[in-house]
């Protein structure tokens, strides 16, 4: 199953998710193949203000899993979440 992660920093957070970067890269890293695509949402100054993910996992609890261990989750930096199921047809190879 695929889905799209939408997740918004909350106010304030862009030094702290520079701070929690390196962390949160690393453990999409480890993800190897669930991740499809990844990258920062950017405000009109062109500054994160949040991610988007397409991931593919068997289903939507191991999904829920891995944000339960992302580190911009644990440390507070994405404050809204959004997750939909998406089909994906042309995957980038």
């Known amino acids: 199953m695929q889905f799209i992660v939408k997740a918004y920093d ?3 957070m862009l030094e702290k998710r520079m701070a929690v970067r390196p962390r949160h890269l690393e453990g999409m ?3 190897g193949s669930h991740v499809i695509c990844a990258g920062g949402l950017l405000d009109e100054s062109g500054k ?13 609890s191991e999904l829920d899993a891995y944000l339960s261990a992302e580190p ?4 507070g930096v994405w404050q ?9 047809v ?4």
């Open 48 to 60: 994160m203000k949040g991610s988007v993910l397409i991931m593919d996992f068997t289903d939507r």
């Open 29 to 31: 890293a480890r993800l």
């Open 72 to 75: 911009y989750v644990l440390e």
């Open 10 to 12: 909350g106010e304030g």
């Open 90 to 93: 042309i995957p980038k190879q």
């Open 80 to 88: 809204k979440i959004e997750v939909e199921r998406m089909n994906v």
